[in-house]
């Protein structure tokens, strides 16, 4: 259980509700344990009527009457109370799994991009939903049940052992037996649950990326082979999962066997005493009987809470190892807030990725002053989108720094940075919600004329009014209702809402005609000098009005000036040029 100390915190939070929660179970448990006791009563008091061969019938029948009412009372209350309990320990573990879901959810978002290159989304969802799940498990229903049947057991044997001491031990005899089995089944469960856990994140991952794919995988006419593979991934989830159950099962079946043995006891063990007068009222062997059978559900559920728990401690692991994982990114100790408004400057940075090996950028200098427009441009693999993930610091150099206004950006708070950035991907990403919605994502608070005047410059607004519902348009998963062009100008107008003072544009305009192109260039060139704005992309006439246009090859900076200087140049960016204004004539 060690991995379900990181749970303790949570306990503490509500540590008052579980307090109460302990009370209100002695309380039931006390009027339960009351109820077999005044049937013991009843029994005796007929027996003693019927011996004495009493002729006060009338009173006879009173008394039983009021024991019948002090039976159907203790019921009551002893119910009333664990209905009370069941609202005070199941309301904390659903107060619990809330803390520890949002706790995963902001940790995933602290994680840095390589780490999301690393681990299939299917097991990251996985992870904050059935393994959450299973810790909840140990923090409500597990914690009840273990609280109920300790303190029956207390209760309930003290009474017991109270009235008959020699019986109660041969009554509880059989329980070590249980001890010993519940352990090494605990041990197999534990083995058990963690594969069924792993098997459950693959097959979410795998009908993640089926689901998100449908449109390859069709294309491609690889249905069969998929689902080959998903029965093939299925069907041994689903023989782990028998495994797992057939050990589970065997807790049913020993715990009918060791309550039927100690009823058995308490036949033949207090049928003799109660023969040879060491017991006085047939009443106490009728009461051990229903407090046998009372015992019965807490000592099965022994076994389920270990399984419950086991599984807990399986699932909880599994988080940990998320939760233990540094953030490759992350402030230093010393972070300042710093507004960007000045030089960034690039000094001697060598960058390589740390999953692949691959070194992206070898040995940049730069220095790109406030306001400026930075064409980039290159080959596929030049580093161009390398450079921008540096920028906005969703990687850091391997070597070298990178300084606004002379301070380095390690040292500047990273949330105050990004909050002054817009970034367009070159894979735009939209949300299953409003077209106005995602636009305004770069800015909560944005009016309805703002976000029109964003869809404006981002040359997407008469699209958008063309639409039925226009701005109220419910858009697909990942805007799979939308072309490539529009999507990557409605994740323009969401970058350019929130009036950044960084703008990064990572080819984001590949997917619109020339026309469109110029028309969202000539935009950009209207916008504020107080804005810095970075345009990666494949096409001259997207950088072509740049101030400063760096060219990439390899990774390394071969040509840098404007568009005049370098089509005066011999080198790759004239040839690019004369390439695509040949094309663009034809």
Same mark, same amino acid.
């Given at each position: 259980m060690k991995a379900l100390k990181h749970v303790n915190k949570y306990f503490y939070k509500y540590k008052y509700?579980?307090?109460? !929660? %302990? *009370?209100?179970?002695?309380?039931?448990?006390? *009027?339960?344990?009351? !109820?077999?006791?005044?049937? !013991?009563?009843?029994?005796? #008091?007929? &027996?003693d009527y019927i011996t004495n061969h009493s002729n006060h019938l009338q009173e006879f029948k009173k008394e039983l009457t009021i024991y019948?009412?002090?039976i159907v009372g203790a019921t009551l209350l002893s119910g009333f109370f664990m209905f009370l309990m069941r609202q005070t320990f199941i309301v904390v573990s659903r107060f619990i799994e809330f803390d520890l879901k949002n706790e995963i959810y902001e940790h995933y978002q602290k994680l840095s991009t390589e780490f999301y290159k690393t681990h299939r989304t299917g097991d990251l969802m996985n992870r904050i939903s059935e393994d959450v799940m299973k810790v909840r498990m140990y923090t409500g229903p597990a914690i009840m049940y273990s609280v109920n049947t300790i303190t029956l057991f207390v209760i309930a044997l003290s009474y017991m052992s109270s009235i008959a001491p020699k019986l109660t031990?041969?009554?509880?005899?059989?329980?070590?037996i249980l001890s010993f089995a519940i352990y090494h089944l605990s041990?197999?469960?534990? =083995? @058990? $649950? $963690?594969?069924?856990?792993?098997?459950?994140?693959?097959? $979410?991952? *795998? $009908?993640? &990326?089926? *689901?998100?794919?449908?449109? %390859?995988? =069709?294309?491609? @006419?690889? &249905? /069969?082979k998929k689902n080959y593979n998903f029965a093939k991934l299925s069907n041994e989830s689903k023989e782990k999962s028998i495994e797992l159950s057939a050990v589970q099962a065997l807790f049913q079946p020993l715990m009918v066997l060791l309550i039927g043995c100690s009823n058995i006891?308490?036949?033949?063990? !207090?049928?003799?005493?109660?023969l040879n007068g060491e017991i006085a009222d047939f009443g106490v062997l009728v009461e051990f009987i229903l407090y046998v059978n009372m015992l019965t559900w807490p000592v099965a559920t022994v076994g389920w809470v270990s399984s419950m728990i086991q599984q807990a401690d399986a699932s909880q692991t599994r988080i940990n190892e998320f939760l233990k994982t540094t953030p490759k990114i992350q402030n230093s100790p010393n972070a300042v807030n710093q507004e960007i408004k000045g030089y960034i400057e690039f000094k001697n940075v060598n960058f390589t990725y740390p999953d692949t090996g691959i070194t992206a950028l070898k040995n940049i200098n730069i220095n790109i002053k406030h306001g400026q427009t930075i064409g980039i441009i290159g080959n596929t693999g030049s580093g161009k989108s390398s450079f921008l993930e540096l920028i906005s610091r969703m990687y850091d150099p391997t070597s070298g720094k990178i300084t606004i206004n002379n301070v380095d950006l390690k040292e500047?708070?990273?949330?105050n940075y990004r909050s002054q950035l817009g970034y367009v991907p070159q894979d735009p990403f939209l949300f299953s919600d409003t077209i106005a919605n995602n636009i305004?994502?770069?800015?909560?608070?944005?009016?309805?004329? /703002?976000?029109?005047e964003a869809a404006k410059t981002a040359a997407v607004h008469q699209n958008i009014v063309n639409f039925k519902d226009q701005y109220q348009t419910i858009l697909g998963e990942r805007g799979v209702t939308l072309s490539g062009g529009q999507k990557q100008r409605i994740s323009i107008a969401r970058a350019l809402i929130k009036k950044p003072k960084l703008l990064l544009l990572d080819d984001c305009l590949s997917a619109v005609d020339t026309e469109t192109e110029e028309k969202i260039i000539d935009n950009f060139n209207t #916008?504020? =000098?107080?804005?810095?704005c970075f345009i990666v992309s494949h096409r001259i006439t997207s950088v072509k009005n740049a101030d400063l246009i760096i060219v990439l090859d390899k990774g390394k900076i071969i040509q840098h000036g404007n568009h005049q200087d370098l089509i005066k140049t011999e080198g790759y960016y004239k040839n690019v040029y004369e390439k695509q204004l040949n094309k663009k004539e034809f």
């Open positions: 509700r579980l307090i109460l !929660g %302990v *009370f209100i179970s002695i309380a039931s448990r006390i *009027f339960s344990v009351a !109820g077999p006791k005044f049937v !013991g009563d009843a029994i005796a #008091l007929s &027996e019948f009412f002090l031990l041969y009554t509880i005899a059989p329980l070590p041990v197999a469960i534990n =083995k @058990r $649950t $963690t594969i069924v856990q792993q098997y459950l994140s693959k097959l $979410t991952s *795998f $009908t993640q &990326e089926t *689901f998100s794919g449908i449109s %390859v995988l =069709k294309a491609y @006419r690889i &249905e /069969e006891i308490v036949i033949y063990i !207090g049928g003799n005493q109660y500047i708070n990273i949330q305004s994502f770069g800015k909560s608070n944005a009016s309805k004329n /703002e976000i029109i #916008l504020s =000098k107080e804005q810095t």
